[in-house]
Nanobody
Framework: QVQLQESGPGLVKPSQTLSLTCTVS??????????WSWIRQAPGKGLEWMGAIAYSGSLYDSPSLKSRTSISRDTAKNQFTLQLSSVTPEDTAVYYCASGHYDMDCWGKGTLVTVSS
C-alpha cells in the first residue's frame, strides 16, 4: 500500500550537507502511530538507523549522529527529509527511508550517496 522513494544528489563534497527527500504515496505521514525513519548502509557494514519523525511530528535521533542529523517534514507534500551536516567519506552509503507501526516494514529502494571531492 504505502510506497516510499528517496531522492537527492548522489554526490556530496566533504564538509558539506547531505540532503535527501523521501516522497510517500499510498498513505499519509500523519497517519496515527506510524513512524518515518532514515536508515543507511555503508559499504561492507550493517544497517544503521539514523533517526525518525513520528506521525505527531516528534523527533528521534541516533545518539551517534544526533549532532549532525536534522529530520523534518512537509505534510502538504507528504514528504520527509534528512539533512546530515559536515559529511566525510565515511558517510558514503546507501540511504533508505522506511516506515511502520512498530517495525520498519515498508522501505524505499534506497539511494547511493557518495562523499568525495
Amino acid at each position: 500500500q504505502v510506497q516510499l522513494q528517496e531522492s537527492g544528489p548522489g554526490l556530496v563534497k566533504p564538509s558539506q550537507t547531505l540532503s535527501l527527500t523521501c516522497t510517500v504515496s499510498g498513505g499519509s505521514i500523519t497517519t496515527n502511530y506510524y513512524y518515518w525513519s532514515w536508515i543507511r548502509q555503508a559499504p561492507g557494514k550493517g544497517l544503521e538507523w539514523m533517526g525518525a519523525i513520528a506521525y505527531s511530528g516528534s523527533l528521534y535521533d541516533s545518539p551517534s549522529l544526533k549532532s549532525r542529523t536534522s529530520i523534518s517534514r512537509d505534510t502538504a507534500k507528504n514528504q520527509f527529509t534528512l539533512q546530515l551536516s559536515s559529511v566525510t567519506p565515511e558517510d558514503t552509503a546507501v540511504y533508505y527511508c522506511a516506515s511502520g507501526h512498530y517495525d520498519m516494514d515498508c522501505w524505499g529502494k534506497g539511494t547511493l550517496v557518495t562523499v568525495s571531492s
